[in-house]
């Protein structure tokens, strides 16, 4: 059914009939289902909230039976353009960052890269400014901070660009931060595998983030300890991946950042923990995800585009992709041993919200100084969210507030 149902006009077709029937026949439903609190997936949940996730929750089942998503970005942007109107608007400013110097290119990435075909390319960042800043340089300040972000979407949707709804993360750290002035994200290369041509496989993302840091420190001028990596989702779990790049494979070019903030991470590809008792199960009602058709790997896709030619077997045993998985067992040296002081978020109602937790007691045991912060009634992401408050406003000021700190 899927893929007749993926070919036109069946495909126009079926997408018009689930639109129509989530409007006139699934939300007024809902609404009156929903009304009394004792019906609610979380009774502290209003009502919008309540008919907001089970709308997100239809339009994800919906990309499970019909391909919505765009293609894929290509390896190297084609132009860059201050002038577009978006960025004006958006207070943002764009930059190249050129690919990472050979002597970086080393260690698990470039072994996994050889296996992949993947290899670093130039890629486009964008600069977002706090309200009221004046551009004059992408050069750093003395002493100044910044945040590195990068973005989520599952590894294979989304954009740093300052409309994609993951940028409401870096802008509510610029809204509430009082010591941040500007945040740099990576736009870097997404994934894709059929029915579209296998592209941008792990660790092509990876080596653009990595691009990313190395421009803030060796061409903007940033100290590392002054830099805070953040990533959302997909994001987040890259950005711990970078830091165990970094940490394994020191070079003095390039020490680990000041600070690492982690939300939503997704630590574990192949759900290792699936219990009752596990959050992938308990969550699954209240998550914007839902849960996959029995015996159906969760974001399947997104899975198999991300290891491209890598055995499925590495989603479950990679510490650089699955880090929090059961089936990765901590070294000697244990799993985070040397990073950074982190601020770990993850969503009471989120399907991998186990995933921060057991990366809080790792870090516990491996002696780095981390924050977990869960507000009880959060979906997966929420801070990206804007409709998702009071959570949204109240975590990115806690967040904020260990940023000035430093």
């Given amino acids: 059914m899927g893929k007749v149902l993926n070919r036109q006009p069946f495909k126009s077709l079926y997408l018009v009939y689930v639109a129509t029937s989530l409007v006139f026949v699934k939300l007024p439903i809902w609404t009156l289902y929903y009304l009394p609190r004792s019906t ?30 765009g293609g894929a970005k290509p390896a190297v942007a084609d132009k860059l353009d201050d002038a577009d109107k978006v960025l004006r608007d958006a207070n943002a400013k764009s930059a190249w960052i050129e690919p990472i110097p050979e002597e970086l290119f080393c260690g698990e990435l470039r072994r996994y890269a050889e296996i992949t075909g993947v290899a670093p390319v130039r890629i486009p960042g964008y600069w977002m400014l706090k309200k009221g800043y004046e551009w004059t340089s992408h050069k750093a300040m003395p002493g100044e901070k910044t945040v590195l972000h990068f973005h989520g979407g599952a590894f294979t949707i989304g954009t740093a660009r300052p409309t994609d709804v993951t940028a409401n993360f870096p802008r509510g750290l610029l809204e509430h931060s009082k010591t941040i002035l500007r945040t740099f994200a990576v736009d870097y290369r997404l994934a894709a595998s059929a029915p579209r041509p296998q592209i941008n496989a792990f660790p092509a993302a990876l080596l653009d983030c990595l691009a990313g840091y190395y421009y803030l420190v060796q061409e903007a001028g940033f100290e590392p300890q002054n830099v805070i990596i953040a990533g959302d989702s997909a994001g987040a779990n890259m950005a711990l ?142 801070v990206v969210f804007t409709w998702h408050e009071p959570e949204r406003t109240e975590t990115l000021q806690r967040i904020s507030e260990w940023i000035d700190s430093m």
């Avoid at 009774?43 to 919906?62: D, E, G, N, P």
């Fill in 40 to 69: 609610r997936p979380r009774r502290a949940w209003s009502l919008k909230r309540t008919l907001i996730v089970r709308t997100i929750q239809t339009l994800f089942a919906t990309g499970r039976t019909v391909d919505m998503r």
């Fill in 241 to 382: 991946a970078i830091v165990r790049h970094l940490v394994e494979n020191p070079h003095p070019s390039l020490p680990p950042p000041g600070r690492l903030v982690l939300v939503s991470a997704c630590l574990d590809l192949m759900v290792s923990r699936c219990g009752p008792e596990a959050s992938t199960t308990r969550n699954s009602p209240t998550d914007i995800f839902g849960a996959p058709p029995p015996g159906e790997l969760f974001a399947k896709y997104s899975v198999v585009s991300y290891l491209g030619a890598l055995p499925l077997e590495e989603a479950d045993t990679s510490r650089y992709i699955s880090p929090m998985s059961l089936h990765v067992k901590p070294g000697p040296e244990g799993l985070c041993k040397g990073f950074p002081e982190s601020y770990i978020v993850a969503g009471g109602a989120e399907r991998i919200m186990d995933d921060s937790v057991v990366l809080k007691e790792r870090m516990d045991a491996d002696g780095v100084k981390a924050v977990l912060d869960i507000p009880p009634d959060a979906v997966h992401d929420f």
